[in-house]
């Protein structure tokens, strides 16, 4: 795996998701939480919403999450970025140069990040997010399942 370095240290004893500061709302999923072995003390952090629009009457609700509140073991935040899906670049680099389709639709799709502020990020109905954490102090080089 890309997080998972050899002779990297371990986590501390009892280093898990569901050690996090504050419980994610019950729609949302952290889905990923893995170092970056290129970045030390950054993680991929991955969160989705796992109702569709409709499919209940609260939980296909939108999400906010607030980042600094959902990392596991005590680490903290130092800051973060959005990534595509796939954590190679910056989100807003993508956005920025990606062809944007002319459509019948006079709106688009909407998006939790509509609802952003701090370290609050917002997520609609099936939306997926992800995210490189900078955390502080952090040295660990080691993959956390969730």
């Known amino acids: 795996p890309a997080g998972a370095g050899a ?11 569901m050690g996090s500061s504050k419980p994610l709302p019950p ?20 969160l989705a919403h796992q ?16 980042l600094s509140t959902v990392l596991p073991g005590g680490m903290e935040m130092a800051k973060f970025v959005e990534t595509t899906l796939t ?6 680099d993508w956005e920025a ?6 459509t019948a639709a006079a709106d688009p799709k909407p998006s ?9 990020v917002g997520l609609e109905p ?3 997010r992800t995210f490189k954490v900078k955390i502080k102090g952090e040295k660990w080089g080691t993959e956390v399942a969730v």
């Open 7 to 17: 002779g990297a240290p371990a986590p501390p004893k009892g280093f898990t998701a």
């Open 51 to 66: 109702y569709g629009a409709g499919e209940d009457p609260e939980l296909s609700l939108p999400a906010d999450v607030d």
């Open 97 to 102: 140069k990606r062809l944007h389709w002319k």
């Open 87 to 92: 954590g190679n670049q910056k989100w807003s």
């Open 126 to 128: 099936m939306e997926i």
């Open 27 to 46: 729609q949302v999923s952290m889905v990923t939480l893995s170092a970056v072995s290129s970045e030390p003390g950054t993680y991929l952090v991955r």
């Open 112 to 120: 939790g990040r509509e609802r952003d502020e701090g370290t609050v």
